[in-house]
């Protein structure tokens, strides 16, 4: 199936394409992209979704408040949030090479990616269940539901539409630091801009990725929007 798009691709370009890039690379950092932002958005929506419960339901006035773990929690979350990409990517080379063996490749991406992803995702998560009335989960816990009960099948429940908007953002911002990783040999369409557009001065390369990106954020959007309508 690969090898036909690739030809596809090939013979449809051939007219107006004469860069030294060729679209059998081209396609192949392709699925390096999607295979980062697969894996790393898993993990990191996994990772996510316990710190944001957890900061909900830990914080002053929840439902298993505790003021060790909030306190303990939130400013680690906050750290994590507040390091640029491209600092984080390199400091966790050590962690990197632990886990993969490697630092370099997309494997070896995605264990900072899902480091970076993973508190955003967990802030945005803390934001949709907060929006979740009050009176639902005090209705709730009068039907004498358990404080699990309240979480899986109230208040995500009912936080399903902006859960979903906001794990969109959460997913356009990952593209966004894909494209970054391919600044350390991560792969990727990023670093094919980096490596062919920059380094070679080829234009058209840099212009293709950006089309590309552009495509890839307007169809995970419309997607978003159209799945937190559905009822």
Request: charged share 10%; proline share 3%.
């Amino acid at each position: 199936m690969r090898d036909l798009i690739v030809q596809w691709l090939t013979e449809a370009s051939t007219p107006f394409w004469h860069s030294s890039l060729s679209i059998d690379q081209f396609v192949t950092a392709l699925q390096e992209t999607f295979q980062m932002v697969f894996f790393s958005l898993l993990f990191g929506c996994i990772w996510g979704l316990i710190q944001g419960v957890t900061l909900v339901v830990t914080r002053t006035g929840g439902i298993l408040q505790n003021r060790a773990i909030y306190y303990f929690l939130n400013p680690i979350v906050n750290a994590l949030r507040s390091l640029p990409f491209i600092i984080l990517l390199i400091a966790v080379i050590p962690l990197t090479k632990l886990l993969v063996g490697t630092s370099i490749g997309t494997w070896a991406a995605i264990v900072p990616l899902t480091i970076y992803v993973g508190p955003y995702l967990g802030r945005l998560i803390e934001t949709s269940l907060l929006e979740v009335n009050e009176g639902i989960i005090e209705s709730a816990q009068a039907m004498g539901a358990s404080p699990w009960q309240i979480i899986f099948k109230f208040i995500i429940p009912e936080a399903r539409s902006s859960l979903i908007l906001n794990l969109t953002t959460g997913t356009i911002s990952l593209i966004g630091a894909t494209a970054m990783a391919g600044a350390v040999g991560a792969g990727g369409i990023g670093d094919l801009a980096i490596s062919y557009g920059y380094q070679r001065f080829d234009t058209s390369v840099v212009i293709l990725t950006v089309i590309v990106l552009l495509i890839l954020v307007q169809l995970v959007q419309s997607f978003g929007d159209w799945l937190a309508k559905l009822r």
